[in-house]
Every structure is written in C-alpha cells, then in structure tokens.
C-alpha cells in the first residue's frame, strides 16, 4: 500500500486535530482513511476553497557532510531529473551527493502530475 508523509504541519492544529480526534474515539489512521471516503464520495464539503497551487517547488536537502541547501525546481527541470534515473542530488556547497530517498522521489513525481493553476 502506498505511504504518504505530511510535511510542514501546523504544530498547533496537529495538536488540535489530534486531540479532536481522540477526544471522538478515532485513530490517526481511521480518521483520516474515514475522511479520504467521505471527501473523495462527496458527502463532506470544506469550509474554504483550495489554496493556490505553486508552480515552482523548493526542496532542503541536507549533505552527508551536514550543509543545509535549498534547490528551486519547476515541473519541467523535477521531470527531467526523474527520468535521468538520478537517485542523489549534489550538494551546492562541497558537491557531494545527497541520497533522495524513493518517498521523495514519488512525491516529486505526484506534484510533476499535479495541474498547474489557472494563470489569470
Ligand atoms: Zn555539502
């Protein structure tokens, strides 16, 4: 089965939510599988309409030698380093290589797949 990672969460509505959620007798995993079906069948709407979708992305990487970096990548350049095959990232710093690991590589590939926003 796949796996997904939640990233940058909102320390403070993590807590909420998760309290929310015990407090109603749910596990994480219950809840949001019981959410993904009511949402995905229509029978919940949200309270706010969908944020704008980036069209650039920005990934921190972290090399083996402890360098902090960020690499700036469009969906064209993140396609193209997909199908190279690449499995590491050179650090802009010292050049060493940085392991991406098979979840980043799909989640990468999920936003490649993602439709760009209406240009307005
Ligand atoms: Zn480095």
Same mark, same amino acid.
């Given at each position: 089965?796949? &796996?997904?990672?939640?990233?940058?969460?909102?320390?403070?509505?993590?807590?909420?939510?998760? *309290?929310?959620?015990?407090?109603? %007798?749910?596990?994480? &995993? =219950?809840?949001? *599988? &019981?959410?993904?079906?009511?949402?995905?069948?229509? $029978?919940?709407?949200?309270?706010? %309409?969908?944020?704008? $979708?980036?069209?650039? =992305?920005?990934?921190?990487?972290? #090399?083996?030698?402890?360098? &902090?970096?960020? *690499? =700036?990548?469009?969906?064209?350049?993140?396609?193209?380093?997909?199908?190279?095959?690449?499995?590491?990232?050179? #650090?802009?710093? #010292? %050049?060493?290589?940085?392991?991406?690991?098979?979840?980043?590589?799909?989640?990468?590939?999920?936003?490649?797949?993602?439709?760009?926003?209406?240009?307005?």
């Amino acid at each position: 089965m796949a &796996q997904y990672i939640l990233r940058d969460l909102d320390d403070t509505l993590w807590t909420r939510f998760r *309290r929310r959620a015990g407090l109603d %007798g749910w596990h994480l &995993q =219950g809840i949001f *599988r &019981q959410f993904m079906e009511d949402y995905a069948a229509g $029978r919940i709407t949200l309270s706010a %309409g969908a944020p704008p $979708r980036p069209t650039m =992305g920005t990934w921190y990487l972290t #090399c083996p030698n402890g360098d &902090q970096t960020t *690499r =700036g990548f469009t969906k064209a350049s993140a396609k193209a380093w997909l199908e190279s095959g690449e499995t590491t990232m050179p #650090c802009e710093k #010292c %050049g060493a290589a940085v392991p991406i690991s098979p979840a980043d590589r799909a989640t990468l590939e999920s936003w490649t797949t993602t439709p760009d926003p209406p240009t307005r």
